[in-house]
């Protein structure tokens, strides 16, 4: 009866007008070209306008700049700007500030919600030729590492497929009004959101020190990520990578002193490491979202949902403001 009640006057649940997505042979899934979409949750509200491309973007904007230098962003649903409306997307922050600058620029949204690594890198390199950007900016986060399964075949689409099928899955477990409202409750609470996390296997992605299975998967992200920085250095793209944390990850740093043998500040170590070696910008967020969450302790995250909300978007997109104007 109470998850009757609930369901009723009080759904927890995420409901959409229509499926934002279509099926594709190689890539598993792609956004729905020229869909309208309404996104409804407990904690935002909004409505995703996608191309004739499956890009994300504003129906208010004026068709296409002349001779403007294209920036493509590429990656997951934290690129898509998942629960944002298209203004507050990082992507969409970054075009209007390097437009003020002077910067004559157009930032294409090409995320695709539940998007590992292989699926991204497999979309860039079917839309380097179709879109020809100046600068790509792939979308990186923890959760890439958590998607590859190393036992998984070597053939790439069926890779790219049961990465696909996983996150349906997923998606459908506990999914009860009465659960959902009870888990937004708890992790209201800094203390019991990291407690809950750290009962997930997500957790060993920032243990220390690491365990074999995480450093094979840091070793398939990397050879991927060294496929995509190839591509772009071929055609003379450039290119750099976005790390987004998570919110787990945001809260411990803002706490470092309350977890032990965690460091959640690990995998960004390692990448800008190997980043480096091979020359392009592995431009990292959570510094900066750290800072602003221990000093304004205001959330950044949509606490249940796990995406970022404007206020993360904003430092995200001024993070990379940073690094990205002195190359225009």
Known sequence: MMELFISLFFSQKLSNSSASATKDPRLGHVNKPNTVVFSKSP????????????????????????????????????TLGAGNHYKDVWSSILER????????????????????????????????????PQIVLLGFLPNDLYDINIEEDK??????????????NQENLLNFNLIILLKRILYSFDEIYCKLFSLTSRIEYYQ???????????????????????????????????????QFQVIVNSNSNSYQNIDVGHIDRVFSKFSENYGFDWVKTLPAL?????YKNKDLYYRYDGHLNPEGNNIVARSILSMISNDL
């Open 155 to 168: 053939d790439e689409k069926i890779q790219l497929d049961r990465q696909t099928a996983r996150r349906i």
């Open 97 to 132: 500030e390097l437009i003020e600058y002077g910067k004559n620029v157009e930032v294409i949204n090409a995320g695709v919600s539940g998007y590992g690594t292989a699926q991204t890198v497999a979309f860039l390199e079917r839309l380097i030729q179709k879109v020809n």
């Open 290 to 294: 750290t800072e602003s969450y221990k």
């Open 208 to 246: 220390f020190p690491i365990n074999n299975t995480v450093q094979k998967k840091i070793n398939m992200i990397k050879d991927l990520i060294l496929k995509a920085f190839t591509l772009c250095n071929r055609e003379k793209i450039d290119f750099k990578v976005i790390s987004i944390p998570q």
């Open 43 to 78: 904690e935002f509200s909004i409505t995703y306008h996608f191309d004739k491309n499956g890009f994300r973007y504003n129906p208010e904007k004026n068709g296409e700049l002349k001779n403007s230098i294209k920036i493509l962003t590429i990656g997951d649903s934290f």
